[in-house]
């Protein structure tokens, strides 16, 4: 899947810019380049953003590759302390649901809530995708 550099959240305007200029226009390509630490050196003399942000875009790109795990469900999940698809596959997703409930409860990070079914069916999705990621 597709999306555009820009859908992963918490990065500035001006930081997807630099990106686009150093040709990293997808998620897809910035998950090819910033998944090693060596890609995410040369990504770092190219566009001056830091690794560990890098690192931490590269781990939310590869969260998204779950379906129907959009932005702010990933805002909501690193609310909860899952940051890796290696995190959400330890959880159970009845006692994840009830934690981002709370938090949500708090925060509001989301105005729907996603139902159990799907949190379950995100725990189970991230069992088959292959983790690129290292830190």
Known sequence: NMHSID???G???TEATKLRRARV???KTFLQIAST???RALLTRETGISSPKLLH???RAELMKIKNL???YADLLEAAGVETVAELRRRNPE???ELMQRINNKKKI???MPSLKRITNWVEDSKDIEINVTS
């Open 11 to 13: 990065m500035t305007h």
């Open 110 to 112: 989301v105005d729907r």
């Open 95 to 97: 006692s994840l649901h």
């Open 25 to 27: 226009r997808t998620t």
């Open 70 to 72: 959009g932005r702010d």
């Open 7 to 9: 859908s992963i959240n």
């Open 57 to 59: 875009w590269a781990r």
């Open 37 to 39: 630490r060596s890609g």
